[in-house]
């Protein structure tokens, strides 16, 4: 699927239909040529027959300053996720609710205070987080900033968002338009989430683990992976890929608990698994334990999944509790507001505002040494009004890119 996007600057291309659908025609060849994949439902295990990633013909025009403002809060954002994470107070307290009647947290939350309890093995944290927005209009016309969520797990598109600038600048030069092609901006996420999975490797400090990326079975959207593992290839770094139940088969940790899969060292669990209820079962939630209890780098850790939370979100909207979490940082506390949409809780009022502060107020966990916080790129997707959720791979939503004006 090719979706047209009608827009002021390109509303004047598309009057002569026959054009288009030659457009459309080289767009989908060029699409395919840089490596905008998808498998197919059909075989979504195979990667014999595939598809192009569904795209807009024409790059969407976004203001520049909400381009600007998003990448400048994303450093804000990394900064509180991770506090939160290292918060154990503050989560038991914010997810006391949720988890007597969500079992997927539940059961989440259960690991994290089994971790807790041992001890926790590993030292070198990583979060590859992709804070997601929508475009909102103001009562007096101008564009704002609202944040919809944040995915602290299995943040996917960055690889084929990295490809997708060179089909849009494509589709321009095809039509003659070569200045409004070379405001097309560079993206290149995976090079960016390979290069935190490549730190975290190093900093685990063992030349010969490997990195192994936790990955469903059936997974059509394997060639946005494989631009992160490739990234890393190319770096001597190498990636094995392994499903929850293989872990549980094959997977143990020594007595210094590192972690080793198939024999073979691992330094870094990326998971590309695990964020949905459905990818469980009692095998499976077995090796998610093995893994946290390992001295391994998740990415996520199981307390940094939890600071994904909608209820997290919520609590974060709550006024005070960004100053308590980010003392002294006035500007990132302002930034991280303009951006918030707003939630509305089912259990708030006075004895659940009493708990929150004192769970603030109780000690978070030990400092860590921060050692990179960055934004790597951006990934624009387009919709249909009448989709309220679903996203590229479901048909729903389709790759984008911003147009900057």
């Known amino acids: 699927m090719v979706r047209v996007v009608m827009a002021n600057s390109w509303g004047s291309l598309l009057q002569d239909e026959q054009q288009l659908e030659e457009l459309a025609r080289q767009a989908v060849d060029r699409a395919l040529a840089e490596g905008v994949l998808l498998r197919t439902s059909q075989e979504p295990s195979s990667s014999d027959v595939v598809s192009y990633a ?43 609710s949720t988890i007597k009647r969500d079992a997927f ?19 070198v944290f990583l979060g590859l987080n992709r804070s997601d927005y929508m475009f909102q209009r103001n009562a007096d016309g101008s ?20 490809r997708t600038p060179a089909v849009h ?8 338009k070569t200045k409004e092609a070379a405001k097309i901006l560079s993206n290149n996420p995976s090079q960016g989430l ?22 469903q079975e059936q997974e059509r959207n394997i060639f946005d992976q494989r631009a992160i593992e490739n990234e890393l290839l190319a770096r001597n770094i190498r990636v094995i890929r392994r499903r929850f ?7 143990s940790l020594d007595q210094d608990r590192k972690l080793f899969m198939d024999g073979q060292e691992i330094a870094v669990v990326y998971f590309r698994d695990g964020y949905m209820p459905s990818q469980y079962n009692p095998q499976n939630w077995e090796a998610r334990l093995l893994l946290e209890r390992s001295c391994a780098v998740k990415c ?7 600071a994904g939370t909608k209820k997290v979100q919520q609590e974060l909207s709550r006024v005070g509790v960004l100053e308590v979490l980010l003392p002294d940082q006035l500007e990132a506390v302002a930034r991280l507001r303009a951006t918030f949409a707003g939630l509305y809780s089912l259990d708030m009022g006075e004895e659940g505002d009493q708990a929150i502060a004192e769970a603030l107020a109780a000690p978070s966990g030990q400092g860590k040494t921060l050692v990179m916080n960055k934004h790597v ?10 989709h309220a959720d679903g996203g590229v791979a479901a048909g729903v939503a389709v790759l984008d890119n911003p147009y900057p004006v």
């Open 54 to 96: 569904p795209f807009t013909l024409f790059p969407s025009l976004v203001p520049s300053a909400l381009l600007e403002q998003a990448y400048a809060v994303q450093m804000d954002f990394n900064l509180l996720v991770d506090a939160v994470s290292q918060n154990a107070a503050f989560l038991e307290q914010t997810l006391s």
């Open 105 to 123: 947290t539940a059961h989440l939350f259960h690991i994290h205070k089994q971790v807790l309890k041992e001890g926790i093995a590993q030292t």
């Open 143 to 162: 564009p704002a900033l609202k944040q919809i969520e944040i995915n602290t797990i299995s943040a996917s598109f960055g690889g084929l968002a990295s």
């Open 169 to 176: 600048r494509h589709v321009l030069n095809v039509l003659s």
């Open 194 to 215: 390979a290069l935190g999975i490549a730190k975290a490797w190093e900093l685990y400090g063992s030349a010969k683990a490997l990195v192994l990326l936790i990955a």
């Open 245 to 251: 139940e293989d872990v549980s088969e094959k997977g």
């Open 300 to 306: 996520p850790d199981i307390a940094t999944q939890l």
């Open 377 to 386: 790129g951006h990934l624009l997707r387009t919709k249909a009004i009448e």
